[in-house]
Each structure stands twice: as C-alpha cells, then as structure tokens.
C-alpha cells in the first residue's frame, strides 16, 4: 500500500491485478485500485477533480482528469473518509500510476492539490 499525506488530506492507495478480465495472449492486462481518502485536517474540503498519469512499460503515456471521482465530489469533514474502486488497463505486464486531486477547502474558499502517490502495476507472474 502507497500512502501519501499533504494539507492534512491523506491518499492510500492499494492494487491488485485482475486477472479474470485480463488476456496477457492479447496485451490486455487489468488492473484495479482501492484508494482512500481520509481528511485529517481541521477544516471541511471536497474533491473536485482528478488527474492521472499512467505509464505503460511499453513505452505509453496517458493522462485521464475529469469531475470528482466515480461519479462522486464527495465533502470530508474533519476525519471522514471517502473510499473509491477503479481499474486501469495496460498493454504490458507492468506499469504504474501516480496523479493528483484538486480539493476546496470550503471555510477558506480555496482550491489546493492533493498528490496522488505514485504506485506500481505489477502482474504476479512478472514478480517472479
């Protein structure tokens, strides 16, 4: 598990590969990623935005942003936490991910980024 804290928000990320919906035959390779997002501070703050960096040992980059999460801009309170899936396919055995969140700090009324710890995407067999 990768944890990484900033302003009080603090990111863990956990990965598994998937091998059920992966076909190594086609360069299909899937992985899913549990983060959690824990507000530490003494101030109430949403989560806006993401933005991803994916790299692929094939030599491929790719960067995803958009609203919220899953759907959600979820609002943490003082030691709330918000808890998320998702998954990201790779068309080689490894990779990794790393980005940020844009927050708003709603007493302040200020936006600040919260970085995304940079974890591996490793498939089992390739670990041996």
């Known amino acids: 598990m990768e944890t990484l804290t900033t302003?009080?928000?603090k990111i863990s990320v956990e990965t598994f590969y998937h091998?059920?919906?992966?076909?190594p035959v086609d360069q299909k390779f899937v992985f899913?990623?549990?983060i959690t997002i824990e507000n530490k501070s003494n101030t109430t703050v949403q989560?806006?935005?993401?933005?991803?960096?994916?790299?692929d040992s094939n030599g491929v980059i790719r960067e995803v942003e958009g609203e919220g999460v899953i759907g959600k801009q979820p609002i943490l309170k003082p030691g709330q936490a918000h808890q998320y899936v998702s998954w990201s396919q790779l068309q080689s055995e490894m990779g990794k991910m790393y980005g940020y969140y844009l927050m708003h700090d709603r007493i302040k009324k200020a936006e600040?980024?919260?970085p995304i710890?940079?974890?591996k995407?490793?498939?089992p067999f390739k670990m041996n």
């Open 19 to 23: 091998e059920k919906h992966s076909n």
């Open 121 to 123: 995407l490793i498939t």
């Open 47 to 55: 989560l806006l935005r993401r933005h991803w960096y994916i790299f």
């Open 7 to 9: 302003k009080g928000i």
């Open 112 to 114: 600040f980024k919260v």
């Open 117 to 119: 710890p940079e974890f």
């Open 32 to 34: 899913v990623y549990h």
